[in-house]
Every structure is written in structure tokens, then in C-alpha cells.
Nanobody
């Protein structure tokens, strides 16, 4: 079972920045894709960004140009750099790791609150 742990959430004013971290461990398989999702109160969870083992990235339109997903130097660690934050970015941010044997594992989530 892969363990996934997120960190870095918090309270920030609109226009500010936060960097979220996600670390996956406990697998003998390579991590194929790391995903960041978010869930706002009363809304469905949505995919915000993902990065493949080859470094390909994709973002939801609402965060393009403001968020950047990247691999960290530590094994199986990814970051989500969030800039120009808006109140509508508020929510619980979840990381999901997908291994090469197609096993998906979720973290517990980290709260991001953007005040206006």
C-alpha cells in the first residue's frame, strides 16, 4: 500500500502564494503519475493538475498560468506552486499517486483557504 502525505496548506490573502508538497512512499513500483485534486465546500472533487514520470504536465483551465506542478529532488515527491491565489481556489487539496501497476493511493488532504 502506497502512503501519500500532503503538506503546505494554510490561510493566505487573495493574490498570495502557497506551495503544497506531496510525498509518496511504500511501493516497490515506480510512480507513473502524480495528481493534485481539490474539493471546495459543496462541490465535487476536481482534478487541478498532474505530472507524469516523464515530466509532462496538464492543468485545469482555471489555474493555468498561476499554478505549477513539478517533481522534487526527493524520490516520489511533487510540489504544487500556487500563485495569484483567488478565493475560488479555496478547498481541500488532495494528492493522488498512481503507480506503474495502476494502483492509486490518496492522501488525507490539506486545507487551502484564500481570503478576499
Amino acid at each position: 500500500q502506497v502512503q501519500v502525505v500532503e503538506s503546505g496548506g494554510g490561510l493566505v490573502q487573495a493574490g498570495g502564494s502557497l506551495r503544497l508538497s506531496c510525498a509518496a512512499s511504500g511501493t516497490i513500483f515506480r510512480i507513473d503519475v502524480m495528481n493534485w485534486y481539490r474539493q471546495a465546500p459543496g462541490k465535487q472533487r476536481e482534478l487541478v493538475a498532474f505530472i507524469t514520470s516523464g515530466g509532462n504536465t496538464k492543468y485545469v483551465d482555471s489555474v493555468k498560468g498561476r499554478f505549477t506542478i513539478s517533481w522534487g529532488n526527493a524520490k516520489n515527491t511533487v510540489y504544487l506552486q500556487m500563485s495569484s491565489l483567488k478565493p475560488e481556489d479555496t478547498g481541500v487539496y488532495y494528492c493522488k499517486a498512481v503507480t506503474t501497476n495502476s494502483q492509486s493511493s490518496w492522501g488525507q488532504g490539506t486545507q487551502v483557504t484564500v481570503s478576499s
